[in-house]
């Protein structure tokens, strides 16, 4: 008969399951069935779910009810071509990881560890859980901030020499993924690709100034390459001078730089640094920018920025291709950049 059950072990297993099944009472069975239920919906549900799209790649973000930001691990590790069975895999084909590690194992080499600090570990040790939108699967989720911090191990690795053949290719996709992002911009990117934004709050927003700015002013020191205003006097068609420039160029920077770094940084930035009665600001504005996330994100967006400087053969050309790449986000208003011959 086809249900009959036989003798391999598998058939011992589900004939204990059932006789312990038959031997419950109503309520029993009921109970048990009530505490699986509990247990399930215990799993927060996100109340964003989107894709993130890097350049080919595709990874599965979310947004939790405190606002948290995520990154579906399966897929992270696909995006790293780190993807095996199983959330989380104890321990890597290189016999890394203890098993009271449980790190994901994109993660899991023993070679990776001594790249990996401690605020990493406790981020790729502590998944944040969620009930999938589509198809009520439970998730395990990266804090977002993580991905970049994630790939930058690996570089790190082979910076070191130490990868395997097998390895230097994961450190490549991983260095694809950094190209991609930048460590504030990763929350940003979620934000959109979920359609958070539309109703992220003040409060929320504010926890990613806090990170992208530094508590008291820093001492000068030069942030922008002279590269960037060559740039500017070659398409605006003015004879280069390294000592003075036309007060228009503040203007241009602010534009081209500050405004489209991240959402309410150059709000913030003129908040902290206000035109005095005479004029002139106190500062520049990048002294306000933190070490950590503020000047890399600068240094990052002023080599992208100067990239389409360079390729570009016109003013006009040049504001085409960056309102292209790095549209303005949180400003009601644009500033018109107009030719002055």
């Not at 992002?181 to 929320?204: F, K, S, W």
């Not at 007060?247 to 081209?256: C, F, I, M």
């Amino acid at each position: 008969m086809s249900d009959e059950i036989g003798d391999k072990p598998d058939d011992f297993q589900s004939r204990g399951g059932i006789a312990r099944r038959d031997s419950l009472s109503r309520d029993e069975r009921s109970k048990i069935a009530s505490k699986a239920a509990q247990a399930r919906w215990a799993i927060p549900k996100p109340t964003h779910q989107g894709t993130l799209h890097i350049g080919d790649l595709i990874i599965d973000c979310a947004v939790m009810p405190d606002g948290t930001r995520v990154l579906s691990e399966r897929s992270v590790g696909r995006s790293l071509g780190r993807s095996r069975g199983g959330v989380y895999t104890p321990k890597g084909e290189e016999g890394a990881a203890s098993a009271g590690d449980k790190l994901p194992f994109f993660a899991s080499s023993a070679t990776l560890k001594p790249f990996i600090d401690n605020e990493l570990m406790l981020a790729l040790t502590s998944p944040v859980r969620y009930q999938q939108l589509k198809g009520g699967g439970v998730g395990h989720g990266l804090v977002a901030s993580a991905l970049p911090k994630v790939c930058n191990v690996w570089l790190r690795a082979r910076e070191a020499g130490v990868l395997s053949r097998p390895q230097l290719v994961v450190a490549q996709r991983a260095e694809m993924l950094m190209r991609g992002l930048a460590e504030v911009g990763i929350v940003a990117l979620v934000d959109e690709a979920t359609g958070y934004q539309e109703v992220r709050d003040r409060q929320a927003l504010q926890a990613i100034l806090d990170k992208f700015f530094r508590k008291e002013l820093a001492a000068w020191a030069k942030r922008f390459p002279d590269d960037f205003y060559r740039q500017i006097f070659r398409l605006r068609g003015w004879k280069w001078n390294t000592i003075k420039r036309p007060g228009v160029v503040a203007a241009y920077t602010r534009d081209l730089v500050y405004a489209r770094l991240a959402p309410g940084v150059l709000e913030e930035l003129e908040r902290k640094n206000p035109v005095t009665d005479k004029g002139r600001r106190l500062s520049k504005h990048h002294q306000w920018l933190s070490d950590d996330i503020g000047h890399p994100a600068l240094a990052q967006h002023l080599h992208a920025v100067i990239g389409l400087m360079r390729a570009s053969e016109s003013w006009d050309g040049l504001k085409t291709l960056v309102n292209r790449a790095f549209p303005k986000r949180g400003e009601n208003l644009e500033l018109e950049l107009r030719r002055i011959d």
